[in-house]
């Protein structure tokens, strides 16, 4: 089977953005089932704006035109480029496959702005052309399938292939947890709107105290307001850390004691997983959308002041050593592995 893998931005490890890692790890574990050919726009991420948008889709169109007709699959990695699925498969006459990470753009009250907006309804077209147009719909998580679904009244051929987790975070081995003075709670990810990071800091101004510190990991446009909160409030036991180095994720993970990740809406959710692949203790926002095969052994806070209460809990009670030993074998087995030959079985039948 000749595959044609499809990128905004060439695969690479560590990129720092999740469907570009997506299709680095996709490339990596299914080029031993056969030939593999990436296919991508951009060297690196320069579109986070309009222009970038519109910069992306004019290069990878005028790629996709210029790819030969020799594949058996054409697997569009990004829902965002799902304007390719209509034309590839007018072209070349084979099926066409695409991944959904999320529908985020279709969530109110995420985003806002003129600008959003624009770039939102931009991404909803495309994400509409991926759902008409491609054969087969590959989903994170079995919350993205039932959004996708009602969204857009189909029942499209699709199936879900949950993403892996870095191999390193599961080779290294565990490390037991000593007593360091502080508890040290950590957050890693974006700091976008959606990803909820002041429940974190509200949390923190409840049980601010010696005995507590918060390592905040990541950047992005709530960076300002966050910050604001902090030094307002004199939060001196919360720390913004910066940008997650990829070599550096599993020292971060170890250095926590507790992991909490509030976000209103996931398609999947990786660093859940990764965290409890490291043997940490998660908690979300119990009203946020997660999907519920990796929320399955979180720890769920209702609001700021019930995550203070688990946060203390697990200080002063630990976490059990039962569950730890659950949660953490269950993250392990989400590899990327097993996402290639998942993926390797939708394409065959895909092809029948």
Not at 245 to 257: E, G, L, N, R, T
Request: charged content about 25%; hydrophobic content about 40%; proline content about 3%.
């Amino acid at each position: 089977m000749k595959l044609a893998l499809l990128s905004i931005i060439k695969p690479m490890k560590g990129s720092g953005d999740g469907p570009t890692e997506y299709a680095y790890q996709l490339q990596n574990a299914l080029k031993k089932y056969g030939p593999v050919e990436p296919v991508y726009a951009l060297n690196e991420s320069k579109r986070n704006n309009v222009s970038g948008l519109v910069s992306m889709n004019m290069k990878m169109r005028l790629k996709a035109r210029r790819v030969k007709c020799g594949y058996d699959i054409f697997h569009i990695t990004n829902q965002e480029m799902g304007f390719l699925a209509k034309p590839l498969k007018k072209r070349c006459n084979v099926p066409v496959v695409t991944t959904v990470h999320d529908i985020a753009r279709f969530q109110k009250g995420l985003q806002s702005g003129l600008l959003q907006g624009t770039y939102n309804r931009m991404v909803k077209s495309y994400v509409r052309d991926a759902v008409q147009n491609s054969d087969l719909l590959l989903f994170d998580s079995k919350l993205t399938m039932s959004e996708v679904y009602r969204k857009f009244g189909t029942r499209k051929n699709g199936v879900v292939v949950n993403l892996g987790i870095n191999d390193v975070v599961i080779n290294q081995p565990l490390k037991t947890k000593e007593s360091r003075g502080r508890f040290n709670v950590g957050y890693l990810g974006s700091m976008a709107r959606h990803k909820n990071v002041m429940l974190l800091l509200e949390a923190a101004n409840i049980i601010e105290g010696d005995n507590y510190s918060f390592s905040i990991y990541g950047t992005g446009i709530e960076y300002k307001r966050l910050e604001e909160f902090r030094d307002r409030n004199g939060l001196e036991s919360v720390k913004f850390m910066g940008f997650a180095p990829q070599a550096k994720m599993v020292q971060i993970y170890d250095s926590f004691d507790a992991f909490v990740f509030p976000s209103l809406y996931e398609g999947f959710g990786l660093p859940i997983i990764e965290a409890q692949a490291r043997g940490l203790p998660v908690i979300i926002y119990k009203h946020g959308k997660i999907s519920e095969e990796v929320r399955k052994y979180c720890f769920e806070a209702e609001d700021a002041a019930h995550m203070a209460n688990i946060i203390y809990d697990l200080k002063e009670n630990g976490y059990g050593a039962g569950l730890r030993r659950k949660a953490t074998a269950y993250a392990r087995s989400f590899t990327w592995e097993r996402c290639a030959k998942n993926t390797l079985e939708a394409y065959k039948n895909a092809l029948e």
